[in-house]
């Protein structure tokens, strides 16, 4: 079955480029031309990846990822023609998976679209299950996180941050290994998202986020999953 994307973006011509080369590409496509029509579509149609432009009639594309990220962790790759790297780290903090700049050539989107909607390699799916003494249990194979007994809501990628490096407890990974694993060698991002997924990430496992038992940074090298 084909995967559904929805592209939320107010410039038709843009959109129409846009919904042209993924439907070439294999993918079903739905469309939103302004804020409101788009946060109601991702919330009721079940896309498999949000195209959410930022500068929208009726609500900005900050707020829609805000809202659907309350009930979803659907993968979002934000369109925007700015640039200052403030506007992207915001993104991302708000929970925003990707960025592409305006104006982009079709085969990078697409490359970024299949590199978030990927989920684990055949090698990765058939790993055992990692359960953690300390009240963490991680398995690959349900893509499922409890902590403490209770189920934690993560996206694709915070999941698959964690999967990584629980598989080798002990081993600093570095930023850019993790991009390449993770993104993917699709993704040509900037590093400093890595740190904000981690930042995410620890937000929603770690009992203290700023004295993390579980993801600890090496200072200069990268991150580790600690040893039980």
Known sequence: MAKKILVVEDEQDIANIIVFNLQRAGFETLEAGDGPTGLRMALEESPDLI?????????????????????????IIMLTAREEEADKIFGLELGADDYVTKPFSNRELIARIRANMRRFSAGEQDAPQHADSRGL???????????????VDLSVREFEILSY????????????????????????GDLRA?????????????????????????????YYFAKS
Not at 51 to 75: A, Y
Not at 137 to 151: C, F, L, N, R
Not at 194 to 214: F, G, H, N, S, T
């Open 194 to 222: 890595v740190d904000v997924a981690i930042r995410r990430l620890r937000e929603k496992i770690e009992d203290e986020p700023a004295q993390p038992k579980y993801i600890i940074t090496k200072r200069g090298l990268g």
């Open 165 to 188: 490096l629980a598989h080798e407890p002990g081993r600093v990974v570095s930023r850019e290994e993790l991009m390449e694993k993770v993104w993917g060698f699709e993704y040509y």
């Open 51 to 75: 195209l959410l432009d930022v500068m929208l009639p009726g609500m900005d594309g900050f707020e829609i990822c805000k809202r659907v990220r309350e009930t979803s962790q659907v993968p």
């Open 137 to 151: 249990e991680i398995s690959t194979e349900a893509a499922t996180v409890y902590k403490d007994g209770k189920p």
